[in-house]
């Protein structure tokens, strides 16, 4: 099987949703004239420097993101200023993904870096 281009991404100073939206759509393979949604045939995305990416608006004091356990009462909520980066950042693009069976395959070539690449990763195709 060929190997997948890999795209990366500088995040400085772009905008979380319209980066997210780029991401999501090179990991389907929406930008290859043979896309088929049934078919996985999408590219690896490489994104860094999440904490200097740009976020608009006041969501970063009136975004919540909930987590329930199943138990009665212990709905958890957080904010968008208390979670990393690389966790927004992935559940954007999560929820732009379609709910099938294709979704944790297309979320394993995602690769992200709060910061610079790490020296180990830099020889990313």
């Given at each position: 099987m ?19 939206v ?21 590219d ?6 999440l ?10 004091e ?32 999560r ?31």
């Amino acid at each position: 099987m060929p190997t997948r281009p890999t795209h990366k991404f500088d995040a400085t100073d772009k905008v979380l949703g319209r980066l997210a939206v780029d991401a999501a759509n090179l990991l389907r393979g929406k930008n290859k004239p043979d896309y088929t949604p049934n078919i996985e045939n999408g590219d690896q995305v490489v994104v860094y420097n999440l904490i200097a990416m740009k976020i608009t608006g006041r969501k970063l004091e009136n975004k919540k993101y909930y987590s329930h356990s199943g138990y009665l009462g212990n709905l958890k909520e957080k904010q968008l200023s208390q979670m990393p980066m690389d966790v927004v950042f992935y559940k954007a693009v999560r929820g732009m993904l379609p709910n099938n069976k294709l979704r944790p395959i297309w979320l394993r070539r995602l690769k992200l870096y709060v910061g610079d690449i790490p020296q180990r990763d830099k020889k990313l195709r």
